[in-house]
């Protein structure tokens, strides 16, 4: 049964439409200075904003190999 | 389908009505320290990241509902959580833009946000297009109460010898009595604090009954195992079938539905706005979304799973053929015994309550704030009144404006009842009403060319694009498909998300594109001495054409026409009656400008030295005006200056900031570990005399 319509196909289309917004955003922020990557404390958000996008595809993968396993 | 009457018994019922009661006492506990309008909406800008996070989890796990999602957890299996997992892509523009804006500049709703960034016309139509969401999100809330609770009523009750049928509206009807109650007398600090108990328990109930779940079966892997392939997939198949697809479902919700929640829903910004600072409100969101979001997955969806796992192995205990939006209460009543049973119900209707309270609270903070307030400044714009009064006045009205707002929510139901899950009914919503108010917000927020035209058009052209696409589906919305199938009955419920946030993104770049040409359009009729009498006809042309395109009495045509028409010649008509000063209304209001936003909110020039925190006691001193005093020492160490602004908490963490204060550092003394304030600053944080404060600059 051929399952890529039922789990990869979703997970990079979500991912892939997902960072047409998300990396655009954090582009967006940066140039407004609204996180001012000069400052500790924003620096460190940006790595928290970046480590939550990772956090999520990795839930995803996990969860997509154990069902798939 | 089969549905159900009379699951529980008597212990369930009492143990509900218990937790009822207790919940309500410890809300009612935490009212009294409601004591302005200030405090009934945002709870005084105060609490923790960690209170306002778990307090979260009631509103959020309420709205994304037990019953809807473990509905599609029974159908569909584990993908039934990919709504919980897909919010992350907009987290940046809510946390470093939209979030500081609406606490540095100051807005108590979004309404009042788009009176100051575009104009009062803008206002008024944000605020009839919010007051359509918010009233309609409480309308699937107190849909999703009935059905989760008609299981567990009987079919009929008798009162005095009369049979009386107990249908889902009768016992919405009721269930918005008692919601309409609480949150009347308790506001803002009592939601917060009732969530946060709920958050907890919530989770808890949630686990317990996975666990107890898990346990049935005979173990994890015997659970797993009885899991089709399919079912234990984490995302939807890509486009079937219609009533649960992955591609619609990731426009409607990670798109349309993540913008809304984050940017529109009234009430979780009102959660944020409660946080101390801008920067707890960031940690509030990034922990609930990273880490509670999927733990709420799991508890909202888990019956849903069991469900499936049980009628596989014993299709007699659960049929395959449950009604969907039952199989929560059928599966708890399973597995538990009883006062179990009812302890999980109490947690899950409390929660759903909770969502409710929220959005009540919510929508009343809009009608005081974007109707009554404007309509008393408009009649009586002169009218001098202590400010207590006015507050008192205000209260009342919020408390009245609460009791309408039930009973209109109760009425929104009859709009979503006919769909055959809440999950659809919802989707179906958030579809529809979430991309003009988005759009507007985004290209307010992210644009600072987006002008008053602009934001007029998208709402009144966009509106129409979207109306014409619902009435024409295969015609206009069919080439977004990815493939859906069109169910003629409910078409697109999902994928028209797409469509509608196209049309309106679309009108909104093509007016502000298009602006110069709007302007010399504008300066024609301007200078012309009958140029006002043309614009006016011009207007009920307009008025007609848009009547025309709304009502659809014609053909496709001619509504696609009457709303081309509205959309090319509404922002000439904007341009020409609304003054619009594009300095003046972008300055702290874009995230082009977050600087001079926070130096509009202090008053003055920023201070981003970094200081220690300060343990001090209070003594009081004569009233002054709404400032605290330090020791030159301790102003020294939290690199302080007057005038710069402080918050001052009890030092007792879990207490997650209830008692505290926002003010300003006022003339130095020479008492270390001392901060004198006025009787007016000592109620309003409830501090206790005796018990050490700490005191950081704010900003």
Same mark, same amino acid.
């Given at each position: ?69 | ?542 008025? %007609?054409?848009? &009547?025309?395109?709304? #009502?659809?009495? !014609?053909?496709? +045509?001619? @509504? *696609?026409?009457?709303? $081309?028409? /509205? =959309? ?25 400008? %977050?600087?001079? &936003?926070?130096?509009? #909110?202090?008053? !003055?020039?920023? +201070?981003? @030295? *970094?200081?220690?925190? $300060?343990? /001090? =006691? ?82």
């Amino acid at each position: 049964m051929d399952l890529f319509t039922h789990s990869w196909l979703p997970f990079f289309y979500l991912y892939g439409m997902g960072a047409l917004f998300f990396f655009p955003g954090l582009y967006l922020i940066t140039k407004t200075k609204s996180l001012d990557m000069n400052k500790p404390q924003h620096r460190k958000w940006m790595k928290i904003l970046l480590f939550g996008y990772v956090w999520f595809m990795a839930l995803h993968v996990i969860l997509i190999t154990l069902a798939l396993k | 389908m089969e549905t159900f009457h009379n699951i529980g018994t008597t212990t369930d019922w009492i143990v509900m009505v218990v937790y009822f009661l207790v919940v309500m006492l410890f809300g009612s506990y935490f009212g009294r320290y409601t004591k302005s309008t200030s405090d009934f909406f945002f709870g005084g800008r105060r609490f923790s990241w960690w209170l306002i996070t778990m307090s979260i989890v009631a509103t959020g796990v309420g709205s994304h509902s037990f019953v809807k999602y473990s509905a599609k957890g029974f159908e569909h299996g584990i993908s039934s959580s990919m709504t919980y997992l897909n919010d992350w892509f907009f987290v940046p523009f809510f946390m470093f833009g939209w979030l500081p804006i609406i606490v540095y500049s100051k807005v108590r709703s979004i309404p009042e946000y788009f009176e100051k960034r575009f104009s009062p016309s803008a206002r008024f139509l944000a605020t009839i297009l919010l007051l359509l969401y918010m009233v309609g999100y409480i309308g699937i809330g107190f849909l999703t109460l009935g059905k989760a609770l008609l299981p567990m009523l009987p079919e009929a009750v008798n009162v005095m010898g009369t049979a009386i049928d107990i249908t889902l509206m009768r016992a919405i009807v009721v269930i918005a009595i008692i919601t309409g109650i609480y949150i009347t007398f308790g506001g803002q600090t009592a939601v917060i604090f009732t969530d946060l108990l709920q958050g907890f328990i919530l989770l808890f109930a949630g686990f317990m009954l996975f666990f107890i779940g898990i346990s049935y079966l005979g173990g994890f892997s015997t659970f797993w195992d009885l899991l089709p392939t399919t079912w234990k997939l984490p995302l939807a198949e890509f486009n079937k079938p219609s009533s649960f697809n992955f591609v619609g479902i990731f426009w409607q919700d990670a798109v349309a539905g993540s913008i809304g929640f984050l940017f529109m829903n009234q009430g979780l910004l009102m959660r944020f706005m409660a946080c101390k600072s801008v920067n707890e409100g960031r940690k509030a969101a990034a922990i609930n979304i990273m880490f509670i979001l999927p733990l709420s997955a799991v508890v909202v969806g888990s019956a849903g799973w069991l469900g499936k796992a049980i009628s596989v192995v014993s299709p007699d205990i659960i049929s395959p053929n449950t009604s969907p939006d039952e199989i929560f209460v059928v599966v708890a009543s399973i597995i538990t015994s009883p006062g179990v049973f009812g302890f999980v119900m109490a947690a899950l209707t409390a929660a759903l309550m909770s969502t409710v309270d929220t959005l009540i609270n919510a929508t009343a903070a809009i009608c005081v704030n974007d109707i009554y307030r404007p309509i008393v400044t408009y009649l009586k714009p002169a009218r001098q009144e202590i400010e207590s009064e006015k507050d008192r006045r205000e209260l009342f009205v919020a408390r009245l404006a609460s009791i309408g707002i039930t009973a209109l929510g109760v009425l929104a139901v009859l709009a979503f009842k006919n769909f055959p899950t809440v999950y659809e009914a919802h989707g179906y919503f958030h579809s529809t009403l979430t991309p003009p108010l988005v759009v507007a917000i985004f290209m307010g927020v992210f644009w600072k060319r987006f002008t008053p035209a602009g934001v007029i058009t998208t709402f009144l052209g966009g509106v129409l694009l979207m109306i014409i696409g619902a009435r024409f589906p295969g015609i206009f919305i069919a080439p977004f498909d990815h493939g859906i199938e069109m169910n003629p009955a409910r078409p697109y419920s999902y994928i028209r998300a797409l469509y509608n946030t196209i049309v309106c993104i679309g009108v909104g770049v093509y007016v502000t594109a298009m602006g110069n040409n709007y302007n010399r359009f504008v300066d024609i009729f301007k200078s012309r001495q009958s140029g006002r009498s043309e614009m006016v006809g011009l207007t009920a042309v307009v008025g %007609l054409a848009f &009547a025309l395109a709304l #009502f659809g009495n !014609s053909t496709m +045509n001619t @509504q *696609v026409l009457s709303a $081309v028409f /509205v =959309v090319i010649l509404v922002p000439g008509i904007v341009g020409y009656f609304v003054s619009y000063d594009e300095q003046k209304a972008t300055e702290g209001l874009t995230s082009w400008s %977050l600087d001079k &936003a926070k130096i509009m #909110f202090k008053g !003055s020039d920023i +201070n981003d @030295q *970094v200081g220690e925190k $300060v343990e /001090v =006691v209070f003594k009081q001193e004569d009233e002054r005006e709404n400032i605290i005093r330090f020791s030159k020492n301790d102003m020294e160490r939290m690199s302080a200056n007057v005038g710069d602004l402080v918050y001052l908490s009890d030092k007792r963490k879990w207490l997650g900031g209830l008692k505290s204060i926002h003010s300003t550092y006022g003339e130095i003394h020479n008492e270390d570990g001392v901060v004198y304030m006025g009787t007016r600053n000592i109620e309003t944080g409830l501090f206790d005399k005796g018990r050490i404060l700490i005191a950081e600059k704010e900003m």
